[in-house]
């Protein structure tokens, strides 16, 4: 099959198809909705929060509920060892990237770089495309994105040690509590106590008494519901907080350009070669699933707890403004690319 038939292909697939109309749609609505003033000033900000405390702890927790096998569990560790591993790669790799600047640019620069929105903004697209099994593998992925982002991120912008409040927004968030608590289980439900339990076909199976998916359907559905909002919601806050801002001063900024080109274009591709070269070493075998879930949620825009800093602690703030704006416009643009170039390489039978 020749690059032109691939690319057919990919974009003849109606279930990618379907997932990159679904988001660019819906946040268009949102952005319609905001200009028209169907949504007031406060619909994006409210919208995020019911999507980070009730609906993404809900996908995150239930994506936990299905089997394990010696594969699924290497698969796991796999990309819980990436999820580590690359915030520190881009740690030094940022570095280079932002010489000319100097000071306090050049620090926002660089975490704005590092840490992406990968909770609110890639894991929504994730599911879309890769359903439960995805979103298993993002949460496992995003541990590391956790504890750099409230340690090594916090204190290169305050310029302070770790505090215990910071500590707390760690560990103790809806979405951290919901991923450990889901990880637990799925780790370890063979060594649980098990319930027999009659499945759809009339037979009894075995299953550890935390998998409500099969112990306990009244809870389960519910969740199920609740995680359904993930997606819709947060597209639809993405496209309200566009609507809600001017474009003319982030995009006549030179600098905000040259971040959103190493965000959303040059990090996945970082990501890309060196998990490559793992793979083909077989250092760190990655599953083509695993690389889109990667590429996908390293092409995320500034992440909002990353921008937060910035203003926070008077560190540019207006270029974090900008910067989040951009990248953001940026992201949703190219989120069709990525998805193209993902089957590409999966074409390619690299990974």
Request: proline share 3%.
């Amino acid at each position: 099959m020749n690059l032109l038939d691939i690319i057919g292909a990919t974009l003849t697939d109606m279930d990618i198809v379907s997932s990159i109309t679904s988001t660019l749609f819906i946040i268009l609505l949102g952005f319609f909705c905001r200009k028209k003033g169907i949504f007031n000033e406060n619909v994006g900000k409210q919208l995020s929060k019911v999507v980070l405390t009730v609906a993404l702890p809900a996908l995150a927790f239930n994506a936990f509920m299905k089997d394990i096998d010696q594969e699924s569990l290497v698969e796991g560790m796999n990309i819980l060892i990436w999820g580590l591993l690359i915030y520190i790669i881009l740690i030094i790799l940022s570095k280079p990237m932002y010489l000319k600047f100097k000071g306090d640019k050049q620090d926002t620069l660089r975490v704005l770089t590092i840490f992406g929105s990968t909770t609110f903004f890639g894991i929504p697209i994730v599911g879309a495309i890769y359903g439960a099994e995805g979103v298993l593998y993002a949460s496992i992925f995003n541990i590391g994105y956790r504890i750099f982002l409230y340690s090594y991120g916090y204190i290169k912008m305050s310029g302070l040690k770790m505090e215990k409040e910071n500590l707390k927004q760690m560990f103790l968030n809806p979405i951290v509590i919901a991923t450990f608590f889901g990880l637990f289980i799925w780790i370890f439900q063979n060594s649980l106590p098990q319930v027999t339990v009659a499945t759809a076909d009339g037979t009894k199976e075995s299953f550890a008494f935390l998998r409500i998916d099969q112990t306990a359907i009244w809870l389960y559905k519910p969740m199920t519901y609740l995680s359904k909002l993930a997606s819709p919601l947060a597209w639809l806050s993405i496209g309200a907080t566009l609507g809600a801002v001017q474009f003319k001063t982030a995009v006549s900024d030179r600098t905000s350009w040259i971040y959103s080109f190493n965000k959303i274009i040059l990090v996945p591709v970082i990501n890309i070669v060196l998990l490559a070269i793992l793979s083909i070493t077989g250092i760190l075998p990655m599953s083509q699933v695993c690389l889109g879930i990667v590429v996908i949620m390293m092409a995320a825009p500034t992440a909002t707890v990353a921008a937060a800093y910035a203003i926070s602690f008077d560190k540019d703030a207006l270029l974090a403004s900008n910067a989040s704006l951009l990248s953001t416009i940026t992201a949703v643009v190219m989120i069709p690319f990525w998805i193209v170039v993902i089957n590409l390489i999966n074409h390619l039978n690299i990974f």
